[in-house]
């Protein structure tokens, strides 16, 4: 149910509890080992677009774990691929194609302290064209 939950079991990434109950500080083999709020020093991108704001910081309590088919996690300085503020490595989330979904998905999550979260998904492919 959160980024953090994914990321737990990938080695080299430390991940711990950020400011909310879905947000997550996420450390690459030590880069943000300290921080309190927010991450810096590693960019976030979803489907090749960089979401790491101006300043170098990046959050994760705004993402959706069902979004995304694939999370790809690039430890150490990648800089000369994702720009300045990518010394301590970069996150890529590619979000699911209508070929992955191919049809709907309805849920609710549902927690301590009020949590919830419905959720409906749709996809579908046909031929060259996909929704």
């Known amino acids: 149910t959160s980024i953090g939950s994914v990321l737990a ?15 997550v500080i996420i450390s690459i ?26 300043d170098g910081a990046s959050r994760f309590d705004l993402t959706d774990p ?6 790809d996690v690039f430890r150490g300085p990648q800089s000369p691929l994702f720009g300045n503020y990518a010394t301590g ?28 979260n419905t959720y409906f998904t749709v996809g579908k492919a046909s031929g060259p064209f996909e929704i």
């Open 89 to 116: 490595g970069a996150i890529a989330f590619r979000t699911r194609t209508g070929r992955e979904i191919d049809g709907y998905e309805i849920g609710t999550d549902a927690g301590s302290f009020g949590y919830l």
């Open 66 to 71: 069902r979004a995304y088919s694939r999370i």
């Open 29 to 54: 083999r030590g880069n943000n080992a300290r921080s309190t709020g927010v991450i810096k020093n590693t960019v976030v991108l979803e489907d090749g677009f960089i979401l790491t704001q101006p």
């Open 9 to 23: 079991n990938s080695p080299g990434v430390t991940v711990r509890q950020g400011n909310g109950g879905r947000d």
